[in-house]
């Protein structure tokens, strides 16, 4: 069957406007090309000035498209960004959280390391150490202060012996039994110790207080000034306790009477050194 050559719009009336509205179109685009061209060749400047005009008008909506072009074409570069700096986040987190405990694990030989350096050379000054054992225990909630040592008489160990901790003095050993000791706490009450300042040597008593920190008071009648930050050490007075040996630091300054901080708590240390007294008491007649 031959195809149908009727090309008429029949009676459909919007079809109708359609095709003429079209030719009309064709029509005017054809005139206004050829308007152009003719100005083009025989007025180029009025020509530029049309073109000119036609580009002010279309640069703002060219422009308003070639954004949203940019903008949709920037979504998929942003979203892999997203992901990948998601990625990159953890992975730095997984590095810090290595590195800390890294950090934590050296500063936790560095502390190891440092105490056991202040143990030895604490055994190489003292004159005769008898032995270094491990405080077990220390009371520190009732007026009374004493520390376990798990050290005794097999050990050598002996009642009157004082005992100290690599940053100063601790006590003296008031009870020995086979594998352990008792011992009087410089923060007891019952506690006296003959100190001086290092300064100028003036000699005091450090006596305990009961609550975790001495007395310093003065050997002299009055008017004896003591000045924050004072350090006190033992003066070998007595016999006990060895010379030099640090004892406490005075928190505020004052006359005659004054509060001090021990150097060496108990609590905070885990190994002690026992020594023997100074100067030891004469043997007992008939022994």
């Known amino acids: 069957m031959a195809p149908v050559r009727d090309r008429r719009t029949g009676f459909s009336r919007r079809r109708q406007y359609g095709v003429f509205l079209g030719y009309v179109l064709a029509v005017a685009g054809a005139v206004v090309g050829a308007a152009l061209l003719v100005a083009s060749a025989f007025d180029?400047?009025?020509?530029?000035?049309?073109?000119?005009?036609?580009?002010?008008t279309t640069a703002p909506v060219s422009t308003l498209l070639a954004n949203a072009t940019r903008s949709v074409a920037d979504v998929p570069g942003a979203v892999g960004d997203w992901f990948a700096v998601h990625a990159r986040n953890r992975q730095l987190a997984e590095q810090l959280r290595h590195q800390h405990q890294l950090l934590t694990r050296a500063r936790g030989l560095s502390y190891e390391n440092r105490r056991l350096r202040a143990l030895l050379d604490l055994r190489e000054r003292a004159a005769q150490p008898v032995v270094a054992a491990r405080l077990v225990s220390s009371t520190a909630a009732s007026g009374r202060r004493f520390a376990l040592l798990n050290a005794g008489r097999f050990s050598g160990v002996a009642v009157g012996m004082p005992v100290r901790g690599p940053v100063g003095l601790i006590g003296r050993?008031?009870?020995?039994?086979?594998?352990?000791?008792?011992?009087?706490?410089?923060?007891?009450?019952?506690?006296?110790?003959?100190?001086?300042?290092?300064?100028?040597?003036?000699?005091?008593?450090?006596?305990?207080?009961?609550?975790?920190s001495i007395d310093i008071r003065s050997v002299y009648t009055t008017n004896v000034r003591f000045g924050a930050g004072d350090l006190f050490v033992t003066s070998g007075t007595g016999g006990l306790y060895p010379p030099g040996v640090p004892v406490a630091r005075v928190l505020r300054g004052g006359r005659d009477t004054v509060q001090a901080r021990p150097f060496a708590v108990p609590d905070t240390l885990d190994f002690a050194l026992v020594e023997r007294p100074f100067m030891p008491m004469p043997a007992e007649p008939g022994r």
């Open 44 to 56: 180029p400047p009025l020509f530029a000035g049309l073109r000119m005009t036609a580009a002010a």
């Open 173 to 212: 050993v008031v009870e020995t039994g086979p594998n352990a000791a008792r011992i009087l706490l410089l923060v007891d009450p019952e506690s006296i110790v003959p100190v001086r300042r290092t300064r100028d040597g003036v000699p005091a008593i450090a006596a305990g207080r009961g609550d975790g």
